[in-house]
């Protein structure tokens, strides 16, 4: 059985999640939502879920139904970055942040950050998925991202940010990504 897209928000939304109030540094959920729809072109954020998460609780509340199948957040690591994913994303988005060993989803998966992000780096310039004394911030340009976990070795795939603007994040775990530094508020359909 397949679940309409808004049917399963609605569903894992009202009954299956807790709700976080006013998280993630306390902003009300209208400001949530404004700064979350920020990480997609308007066509897309405007008709996606919205959800915020609580990395310490390990939970996912919507906050807003949606009905494309995207769903928009702020990454909850204190940087404030909005994301926009499909539904395969946002598996990988939300497993990424509630601390699950691998992301679910079976298939790649689509999502923007068009106000770019911040990555953790250390001083060899590998990029890490958590923020240690040893890293430094480096931001990030708008990009889209294909959550899918590429073997930079099988591809040919860079592991670094490079001059081509692609490369595969978070190479050699579970959550390796391919990057594209390409702002997805300049795309065209």
Known sequence: MRLHPTLYTALVGGLLLPSLGCAQGGMSNAQFIKLAESGAPADIAGKAAIARIDATKKTVAVVRAGSNGFTCSV?????NAPFCGDKNAWSWFAAAFTGQPKPPNTEPGVSYMMQGGVHYETA????VMEK?????DVKEPPHWMLMWPMDPAATGLPTKPNASGVYVMFAGTPYAHVMVYQNPGAMKQ
């Open 75 to 79: 990454i909850p690591d204190g940087t």
């Open 124 to 127: 060899s310039g590998d990029i």
């Open 132 to 136: 240690s004394a040893s890293t430094k």
